[in-house]
């Protein structure tokens, strides 16, 4: 981010974020505006964040813009939007205990508890409820949903 931007936040219709940024991205190429960077983070539901050098820039590109409600007065600093730009662990939010469904791999379809997370190589590992002998499976974090969480 250069010394002149600013980070502005546009409010939207809810989950209406992804489809806003994206128009916002192509009336800017094509109108040639200063708009630097747009960011439509899925925890921060209704707005979008956009670097520019002036709130004016940005009020002029969201007025044909379709959901795209109003420019929230005031701007942000990078610091405060610094842990949107953070990727996070595709294992965060499972807890041992849990029970989850595989979706993807040979184990498609399989309901399953997890055993042991571990968050440094983003795997789980589960034992699988409809194995005749319980043994325990190691797999990526990303190719499951959890179904119930263990203090549930």
Do not use: C, W
Request: avoid cysteine; charge should be neutral; hydrophobic fraction near 40%.
């Amino acid at each position: 981010m250069s010394e002149d931007s600013q980070i502005f936040v546009i409010k939207t219709t809810a989950n209406q974020e992804r489809s806003v940024a994206m128009t916002l991205a192509r009336v800017a190429k094509k109108e040639k505006l200063d708009i630097r960077a747009i960011l439509a983070p899925d925890e921060l539901k209704g707005y979008v964040l956009v670097e520019a050098p002036k709130s004016g820039i940005v009020e002029l590109a969201i007025q044909t813009i379709p959901h795209a409600r109003a420019l929230v007065k005031g701007s942000s600093s990078i610091s405060e939007i610094e842990h949107f730009l953070k990727p996070k662990p595709v294992v965060t939010g499972i807890k041992e205990g849990a029970i989850i469904e595989v979706t993807s791999g040979p184990f498609k379809g399989e309901k399953a508890r997890v055993k042991r997370v571990d968050e440094g190589h983003e795997e789980i590992t589960v034992e699988l409820f409809d194995a005749v002998v319980p043994i325990p499976i190691t797999i990526r974090g990303d190719t499951v949903r959890i179904l119930k969480k263990e203090n549930e």
